[in-house]
């Protein structure tokens, strides 16, 4: 299998400092964008192997897992950290543009939509999101398999804290419905349900579709580019970044994310603590 994952990075630091891409310090933005990259191939690369202790010789693991994998990096100008990377040059290709910083996700479907017929999965993540399930894929196909390929299940976000009031929080819950209404319609196949090793699963239509990612089949990444929409820039989606990363897909697909109980089958971790950190300050945290 061939994957293409698109990433959209930027780093400019900014006084007002609103976004981590904006902050002084360039160094949580270099490791987030590092782990990412680094899991990408650790995860679903082919080079992974078993150790043989007895024979003293290392032999090939994995491999049906083990995918071509091309990963395109997104920027603008020269406002980036690519140069102090400390990664193999192979890991990655550079694609360089002049878009404004927000609008990289546009410049990223570009990308995907260059590639058609050369992948059997198109993907775009924002530089700070790292995955840890090397089976995500195989659960991608499960369930669109189960679903067909008209409905998205999209990955739910989170962070992790051992100083906070709770050790992991998913930080894409419910918008309010009239947020999302003029794009989707929630009600039309509202949920979906399945069972993964005799566990029952619950997928429902999502009031926040965000993830800051997504991963398209071939099939779906070919319809995608068919809609008159595709790549019209469209910001109306709670700000250029958001409309960026989310609009075109929630226009096109049935979206889902699996229920708070199971939210945990398919999730993508963000890297740093800005969410989580807010619960017990700006958010309460329920006692049940």
């Known amino acids: 299998m061939r ?3 698109t990433i959209a990075h930027f780093f400019n630091p900014d006084s007002k400092g609103k976004h981590a891409s904006q902050r002084k310090d360039p160094q949580p933005r270099l490791l987030a964008l ?26 090939p693991a994995n491999q049906p897992q083990g995918y071509d994998l091309d990963v395109v990096i997104c920027t603008t100008k020269d406002c980036h950290l690519l140069n102090h990377l400390p990664l193999p040059s192979h890991f990655y290709k550079h694609h360089p543009t002049q878009a404004e910083p927000m609008l990289l996700g546009f410049e990223c ?27 995500f894929f195989i659960k991608l196909n499960w369930f669109t398999q189960q679903a067909s390929d008209l409905s998205l299940l999209q990955p739910n976000r989170y962070e992790v804290s051992t100083h906070s009031l709770t050790r992991k929080a998913y930080i894409d ?13 929630v009600h039309e196949q509202p949920e979906l349900q399945g069972k993964i090793m005799g566990m029952p699963i619950l997928f429902r239509r999502a009031l926040n579709p965000h993830s800051g990612c997504y991963f398209l089949n ?17 910001t109306s989606f709670i700000s250029p970044l958001e409309s960026a990363a989310t609009l075109g897909i929630m226009k096109t697909f049935r979206v ?6 199971q939210a945990s089958f398919l999730e993508i971790q963000h890297f740093g603590t800005g969410f ?13």
């Open 173 to 185: 819950g419910d918008l309010i419905p009239r947020v999302t209404a003029p794009f989707q319609n």
């Open 256 to 261: 889902y994310k699996t229920a708070p109980e």
């Open 218 to 234: 071939a099939n779906q990444m070919a319809y995608w580019a068919k809609q008159s929409y595709f790549l019209d820039r469209n």
């Open 3 to 5: 994957i293409l994952f």
């Open 109 to 135: 479907q570009a990308m995907l939509r260059d590639g058609l017929g050369q992948y059997d999965y198109y993907c775009f993540l924002e530089d700070d999101l790292i995955l840890h399930d090397p089976w």
């Open 276 to 288: 989580i950190r807010l619960i017990g300050e700006k958010v309460g945290l329920a006692e049940s």
């Open 34 to 59: 590092n782990q990412s990259l680094a899991a990408l191939h650790q995860l679903f690369g082919k080079s992974q192997s078993i150790i043989n202790i007895g024979q003293r010789v290392a032999f």
